[in-house]
């Protein structure tokens, strides 16, 4: 175990217990500066992701009012106010808050100046995976969270132990050089001094050391040749913007000869928080995916670690539960429902199948996904099985990626008939709309396999007996009301987000199961029974996609312009506009008028495409009308109605920032 810095000394010095009433509590954050509070702080504006993610996942939730628009996971985030962005949060919203505590990073040089001897303010930056945790621990310190806090940190202290056992197995002269890939037009790279290279050395890889401190700094062309990375990791999924890899010198080194190139999601490769053991348990699993794919190099016992109950009120299920496993030194959780006597069920990834006694759903986390596919689906279901010490020949079984933790269990009756679903869902890295998007997939020449195990999942059963053909026909009750669901909460395809919905993730799966009691015949639209399946199936996937994903119907229109791939920094950059404009244009959309303008060219645009909607006059003159005035049209890479509305809007942030300007230099 890595010895505990310098700011968890101080923790120890002046936090000896939770803060009480009366009771004041000193420490010293990452600016140096001692910070006192004598009571629980009930009225809180995270401006830092990291905290934010901490905050919500102690259980502090109700103590924050405010938070950035980069905040979306926890699920916890969804409904609270967005005050901006990380890099320029409106202050005067801020203010309206009337926070008694606000986190803050240094680079928001706003906030001192506006807040300092008027609201405690509490600078929290994490450089390490230790101080990560030191940040959890006093953060459950303050609101009372100990025990939750001290949860969060064991679980990925023991994934790091886990890792680190792995890696050691691992000769030192096969270890491979890892660096984080930031910037766009040019390389960027973490400081010496970063967490993210905190993160590499955790991973087993060979992080980069420049000599320079920071969270992020420049790299030349020599520094690039001479590190010459093997392994390349950005956050997100865009590697068409990292056009600098193409340019003679930059695309010589190893990783991006041999496209050895990942991307991660930006709440996880971008923030030091409660994460870093599961981060580090991918990211060393994706550099060293050989190695960890050998049984000879398993540090773990594949077995069950643990069994909760799940109550389910069926009378032909005997016990319902949770069951956490250890598969290929990662941890694995899966859903088992069995039953009194063998059932038949009708299943989208076997087939029907009799003499079922068993059905699950199985998830299998990310550092698991490339061990998984190498042996194929056959092998990964009988060694789950085998694990599980469930019998193949009785259990139907489906695989996610989707943490079992975020099951939605919902029922839907009228009078004597009843619906359960049991719905897991990811959303937002594996959607598609079928009818538009290309499948890549053709099985006769075993090309590109899918991406993902299933992602949506869902297991249904009814208090009834259902026939074979209500079986079947079940089947497209659910579908539609699982696209009900995606289409209502505008769920944008992994491919074409700025043109499409997704209609499903292409590669859902469901198990229906035959049931017992009063026999059934018919379950479809037009039945109690297909209605009620629809009904539960639509509003699990909400649930479970809320959980997953920390997707709502009514989230921001921040997210919705991020769902459909739309930076509002390198629009306003495409625009002419510099770091100004890009603030103007984020404080705008921080206005409900303007915000709701965007959301419905947002609709209009999808019916465009559709070709529903074909003339544009109306749309041209309400544009003109927001913008103040006629304005010219810039090409911004975006569908036709939403490169017209976003053009109005920068029209009109650009008049916004002229005028600004013009007013500060007549004060001069």
């Known amino acids: 175990m890595k010895p505990y810095n310098i700011f968890f000394i101080m923790l120890l010095l002046f936090l000896p217990g939770s803060l009480q009433a009366g009771q004041a509590t000193t420490f010293i954050d990452s600016s140096g500066t001692e910070i006192s509070l004598a009571a629980q702080p009930r009225r809180v504006v995270s401006l830092v992701p990291s905290v934010t993610e901490m905050l919500l996942r102690i259980g502090a939730d109700e103590s924050v009012v405010g938070l950035t628009y980069h905040s979306l996971l926890p699920p916890e985030a969804a409904g609270k106010e967005i005050i901006g962005g990380f890099f320029s949060p409106d202050m005067d919203r801020v203010a309206a808050l009337n926070p008694d505590i606000i986190f803050y990073a240094g680079l928001q040089k706003e906030v001192l100046p506006r807040f300092q001897g008027q609201v405690v303010l509490v600078n929290l930056s994490a450089k390490s995976i230790a101080e990560a945790f030191d940040h959890i621990e006093l953060l459950g310190r303050i609101f009372n969270r100990q025990d939750e806090a001290a949860a969060i940190i064991a679980e990925e202290k023991r994934q790091l132990e886990v890792i680190e056992a792995k890696v050691a197995k691992i000769p030192v002269e096969k270890r491979k050089r890892v660096m984080r890939l930031m910037g766009r037009d040019k390389v960027m790279a973490p400081g010496d001094d970063s967490f993210q290279n905190d993160y590499i050395r955790a991973a087993g890889g060979i992080a980069p050391q420049f000599g320079i401190n920071g969270n992020i700094i420049p790299v030349d062309l020599d520094q690039w040749r001479n590190f010459n990375p093997q392994v390349l990791y950005g956050c997100g999924d865009d590697r068409q913007t990292m056009t600098i890899l193409n340019q003679p010198g930059w695309r010589e080194v190893d990783a991006v000869k041999n496209n050895n190139i990942i991307f991660f999601p930006c709440a996880l490769t971008c923030r030091a928080a409660t994460h870093p053991g599961y981060f580090v348990s991918w990211l060393s699993a994706r550099i060293y995916g050989s190695e960890f794919s050998e049984p000879g190099n398993f540090v773990l016992p594949e077995q069950v670690v643990s069994r909760r109950p799940l109550a389910l009120d069926l009378d032909y299920i005997e016990a319902a539960e949770f069951i956490d496993s250890d598969i290929k030194d990662f941890r694995n959780k899966t859903v088992a429902l069995h039953f009194t006597k063998p059932m038949t069920v009708v299943s989208t990834l076997e087939g029907q199948r009799t003499g079922i006694t068993t059905v699950a759903n199985h998830y299998f986390p990310p550092p698991s996904w490339g061990l998984g596919h190498k042996q194929g689906l056959g092998a990964l279901r009988q060694n789950t099985q085998q694990v599980l010490g469930l019998a193949p020949e009785s259990t139907a079984m489906l695989f996610t990626g989707a943490n079992m933790d975020n099951l939605a269990v919902v029922r839907k009756s009228f009078k004597d008939m009843e619906v359960t679903a049991l719905v897991t869902a990811g959303v937002q890295s594996n959607a598609v709309r079928m009818g538009a998007d290309i499948g890549n997939f053709y099985e006769p020449e075993k090309s590109v396999k899918p991406k ?177 005035g006629e304005f010219a049209i810039i090409d911004l890479h975006l569908p036709t109605v939403l490169n017209l509305g976003m053009n109005g809007l920068l029209a009109k942030a650009s008049r916004q920032h002229d005028l600004a300007k013009s007013a500060r230099h007549n004060d001069r």
């Open 452 to 628: 993902k195990p299933g992602t949506i999942n869902i297991l249904l059963m009814t208090n009834m007996k259902l026939s074979p053909r209500a079986m079947t026909r079940a089947i497209i009750s659910a579908t539609e009301g699982k696209t009900a669901a995606l289409q209502d909460m505008d769920i944008r395809s992994s491919y074409s987000s700025a043109l499409n919905q997704a209609t499903g993730t292409g590669t859902d799966n469901i198990i229906v199961v035959e049931g017992s009691g009063v026999s059934i015949d018919s379950s479809g639209g037009h039945t109690k029974m297909g209605e009620l399946m629809a009904q539960a199936v639509y509003e699990g996937v909400q649930q479970a996609s809320h959980l997953q994903n920390g997707v709502v119907t009514g989230r921001s229109v921040f997210q919705r312009l991020k769902d459909r791939k739309i930076s509002l920094f390198n629009i306003s950059k495409r625009y002419g506009g510099q770091v100004a404009l890009h603030r103007t244009l984020e404080n705008l959309l921080l206005q409900d008028q303007y915000a709701n303008f965007i959301q419905a060219i947002m609709a209009i645009s999808d019916d465009y495409e559709k070709g529903l909607i074909t003339n544009l006059s109306s749309v041209n003159v309400w544009c003109q009308a927001i913008a103040g």
